[in-house]
């Protein structure tokens, strides 16, 4: 059985939507990126993250430890057009994370990368 370290930074995280998912998982820690990312809001509803050669910023997550069969619920429970790639850590460890296409975020949604993390940025909507 493979195990897989899984940096999140949207809803999988304690206390937000998707965490349910996360069922059986082992919580690591919180955990920043490296300053090589932004981040944008996919319509108020979860966080698009990718890299950036300039400019970028270091993202705020958690790092879960979990079995392939937690991976293949959290995937299957995910929204559209997020995928799992490498990301870069603050300490340059390279683990596995929830990332969203450049291309489908930019001149679409909202640049959040000033918050520096998906829970900052949602205590500033109104409601919730």
Known sequence: MMTVELFVNGTLMRNLKLHKN?????????????????LYSIGDIHPGMFEVEYGGIAVTGEIYRMSDEIWTRV?????????????????????DGILFPRALAEGRHKDISEFGSWRAYIATLPGD
């Open 75 to 95: 995937e299957a429970g995910e929204p559209p057009d997020l995928y799992r790639g490498p990301v870069r850590l603050a300490n340059w460890k390279t683990v």
């Open 22 to 38: 996360l069922a059986g998982a082992e919580f690591m820690g919180e955990f920043r990126t490296a300053p090589i990312y932004r």
